[in-house]
């Protein structure tokens, strides 16, 4: 028999952690979670990590989104930018503190992922620079007339898996349409690097690759290259995003300073023995 999710979610939660909201949005049973102790607050969907925050600044949680916040910090001015998934809406929060002229066009299925970003994750639903679409990533690029400065692509569907469509050539050259001429794709993908379980990522890594002629990656745990972990492929289409410019944008702030000089991945990725994704 399958286990109960309540049963499931239990056994994952470590005894320091206390629920204080639990709710059935449009498609996951939301948890949130809170650690005094540690100063965190978490948002799971279903079983999903899927937000982080400090409980005391409301400053990001977990590597792999300062390393969204240090990509987007390279960028001169961006005015317009696309954010595929939502969480709990904390990248997309410090996005508009870093950058407060810049709009920002958010893609969630979830309808009721925003009211709970506001509620309990800073995130500023009022704020006029958002527009708000629940839609399928790929059907929104589709029908869409505006090119962004910045595009982030965090969904998942069940676990840390981002559905295929969203990685696909058809979505790779979809991205790269809507992409300014100075614009940088962040997206993030759970995988090793390299290894027997790295196939789906390498898969990824080659579809981009024909419609983007420069891709840096960054990942979390460069040192343990089989280890599942958050990379991130950078892709831009007139020059590539250096190391250099990297250490430039993290300026004086120690953590992103660290990912810059520590978390930029300098090897070769082998795909010959990888097909494409297609949707």
């Keep these: 028999m399958p286990v109960p999710l309540r049963q499931l979610f239990a056994s994952i939660l470590p005894s320091a952690d206390k629920e204080i909201y639990k709710c059935r949005t449009g498609l996951y049973e939301a948890r949130i979670?809170?650690?005094?102790?540690?100063?965190?607050?978490?948002?799971?969907?279903?079983?999903?990590?899927?937000?982080?925050?400090?409980?005391?600044?409301?400053?990001?949680?977990?590597k792999y989104t300062l390393i969204g916040k240090l990509a987007h910090l390279t960028l001169a001015l961006p005015k317009r930018s696309l954010?595929?998934?939502?969480g709990g809406g904390t990248e997309i929060r410090h996005f508009l503190l870093a950058h407060p002229h810049a709009q920002a066009?958010?893609?969630e299925p979830d309808t009721k992922l925003p009211a709970l970003a506001h509620q309990f994750f800073h995130f500023p639903l009022e704020d006029k620079r958002i527009s708000i679409h629940h839609t399928d990533g790929l059907s929104f690029l589709a029908k869409s007339k505006h090119k962004y400065d910045f595009i982030r692509l965090d969904a998942f569907d069940f676990g840390t898996f981002?559905?295929?469509?969203?990685l696909s050539l058809q979505a790779a050259s979809l991205m790269h349409s809507h992409l300014s001429s100075k614009g940088l794709l962040a997206a993030n993908i759970v995988s090793p690097i390299e290894g027997e379980q790295s196939a789906f990522f390498r898969s990824a890594y080659k579809t981009f690759s024909l419609r983007f002629p420069?891709?840096?990656?960054l990942c979390t745990a460069p040192a343990e290259p089989e280890k599942v972990q958050?990379?991130?492929?950078?892709?831009?289409?007139?020059?590539?995003?250096?190391?250099?410019?990297?250490?430039?944008?993290?300026a004086s702030d120690a953590p992103l300073l660290e990912l810059a000089n520590d978390c930029v991945w300098q090897k070769p990725i082998e795909t010959k023995d990888v097909p494409l994704l297609t949707a």
Excluded: C, W
């Design 33 to 62: 979670i809170d650690n005094t102790k540690e100063d965190t607050r978490k948002l799971f969907l279903d079983i999903q990590l899927a937000s982080g925050m400090k409980l005391s600044t409301g400053g990001l949680l977990f």
């Design 83 to 86: 954010f595929i998934g939502m």
């Design 105 to 107: 066009d958010i893609v």
């Design 162 to 166: 981002i559905p295929r469509h969203l």
């Design 214 to 217: 420069y891709i840096t990656l």
């Design 230 to 250: 958050n990379i991130a492929l950078l892709a831009s289409t007139t020059k590539p995003l250096t190391q250099q410019q990297l250490i430039k944008a993290a």
